[in-house]
């Protein structure tokens, strides 16, 4: 394993030359072309782009859900890209909070064990900073805690969805369109949230987005055209 000499102030993330190919039957498909940039401590950085160019598997491949066909990927300080998996899922679990779109709650859990859920993934933190009620109560929630996913409007379930993302205080959380679902009040008011919890914990977002409202509101614009970022 690799590390890069301190972790303390190493970029959250950093993606050095990524390219991404699939194969799909007998054909390969290029994703990525060498894709490079970094997310530094309590920035927030957008990736955007037109539908297809690329942003959730460039957002996959940073959170270590996905890998890269070639360059490195570095989390946090560590090379992920040549990791096992059983120790990728470790490090996942610790250091990246996820929100996607469509929210992905567990239906039949409550709000409150929809957050603590991280807690119990193998190889995760067991003794949060923050308790899933802290959390929740942080996010405008403390009055929903014991409300199911359908009990809870789309906003108040993408504020689980950060609540449950920041339990294990990862060096950063990656969100896929977390405004996609939303209207456009309650989704200034999600904006607003994450601008919020970056001022007061430090927060590290690397989002991927459609909506301009947020866009505008990052500390830098990655832009991505046909796999590749082009400023
Ligand atoms: N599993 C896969 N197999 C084949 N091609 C894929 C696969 N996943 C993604 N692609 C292709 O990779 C390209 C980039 O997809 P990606 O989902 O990253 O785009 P995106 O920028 O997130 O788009 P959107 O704004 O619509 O969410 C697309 O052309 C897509 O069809
Ligand atoms: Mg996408």
Sequence with gaps: MVTETTAATAPSVRLVDVDKSLRVGRNTVEILHGVSFEVRPAELVALVGPSGSGKSTILGIAAGLDTASSGSVFLDGTDISQLPERELATLRAR???????????????????????????????????????????????????????TQ????????????????????????????????????????????????????????????????????RILRVRDGRLTG
């Design 95 to 149: 250091r990246v909070g996820m929100v996607f779109q469509a929210y992905n709650l567990l239906p039949t859990l409550t709000a409150l064990e929809n957050v603590e859920l991280p807690l119990h993934v193998p190889g995760g933190v067991h003794r949060p900073s923050s308790s899933a009620q802290e959390l929740l109560t942080e996010v405008g929630l403390g009055h929903r805690l014991h409300h199911r996913p």
């Design 152 to 219: 809870l409007s789309g906003g108040e379930q993408q504020r689980v969805a950060i609540a449950r993302a920041l339990i294990t205080q990862p060096a950063i959380i990656v969100a896929d369109e977390p405004t996609g679902n939303l209207d456009t009040s309650t989704g200034d008011e999600l904006i607003a949230l994450l601008l919020e919890l970056r001022q007061r914990r430090g927060t590290t977002i690397l989002v991927a987005t459609h909506d301009n409202d947020l866009a505008v509101r990052a500390d």
